[in-house]
């Protein structure tokens, strides 16, 4: 069986190695390099890389700690999405690298995050925050200069309670989910996702080379119209390509026409 180290101090380990281990691969979890400075979700250290980036680094320096040959990276990030501004989104990217074979795959999962930032007036308005925290959210909150973080429902409010008993808070008050992976469930399953993705793409193999990672890589536009039979912009065919060898594959899709109302010309 191969190993693959995964260096975080969050707590993934437990959400990746079970999918991997289904494949033939171990993952040990090392958490002695601080994956902090590469930057926080509370900001008090700034994001300077990529989330590709990120779980790169991360993953190099995997191999760097232990000296085996495959390196393991998980990056999260938050914004973006189909609809910036109205729906949180949350993107996973786990990392694969392999020195020897000179591999890197990047595997993603992305989707709809629940949790939101809440400004509290008073302490009575915890009760806004009380339905996320029974989805397992855990909580950052600022008081004076000191962020606290990992703080549940009742964490929070004591924390809160106490401090404005002692006049160090000054309303209102910002309260933000702790986005770190152990605190945030949300997050841990499109980790589990990712982790999935990436089992995925271990598995599908280049017909000519026989390197992993042969999958879909774009989709080229082109789906006739059901009425007019002129192309619209929804995806015709599906690209599969290998890095390795530069083999290609284009497959058709599943539907062999599009809907009018996609349509510039039926439906402009």
């Known amino acids: 069986m191969a190993f693959a180290i995964l260096v975080t101090q969050h707590e993934k380990g437990k959400l990746i190695a079970p999918v991997l281990q289904e494949i033939g691969i171990r993952v040990v979890e090392n958490s002695s390099w601080d994956t902090d400075q590469l930057g926080t979700f509370a900001g008090e250290v700034e994001r300077r890389l990529t989330p590709h980036e990120c779980a790169l680094e991360k993953a190099k320096q995997a191999i760097k700690l232990t000296g085996l040959g495959i ?40 989707g709809a995050f629940p949790g939101k930032s809440f400004v509290l007036e008073q302490i009575s308005d915890l009760e806004h925050v009380e339905e996320l925290s029974n989805q397992g959210l855990h909580w950052i909150v600022k008081i004076n ?41 949300p997050r841990q399953q499109m980790i589990k996702k990712a982790a999935e993705d990436l089992a995925r793409r271990l598995q599908a193999l280049c017909p000519e080379c026989s390197e992993p990672n042969f999958v879909v890589k774009h989709q080229e536009k082109g789906l006739p119209c059901e009425l007019c039979s002129l192309p619209t912009q929804l995806p015709s065919h599906e690209v599969l390509h290998c890095e390795a060898c530069e083999h290609t594959e284009k497959l058709g899709v599943a539907a062999t026409s599009a809907d009018s109302q996609h349509c510039q010309w039926c439906n402009p």
């Open 71 to 110: 390196g393991l990276g998980s990056e999260g990030s938050f914004g973006g999405g189909p609809l910036p501004g109205v729906i949180n989104w949350n993107e996973e990217i786990l990392c694969f690298y392999q020195p020897e074979h000179e591999r890197v795959i990047y595997a993603r999962a992305s």
């Open 145 to 185: 200069d000191e962020i606290l973080k990992g703080l549940n429902l009742a964490m929070l409010t004591e924390a809160l309670t106490i401090a404005d008993q002692h006049g160090l808070l000054t309303w209102p008050i910002k309260v933000e989910p702790d986005l770190r992976a152990m605190y945030c469930p």
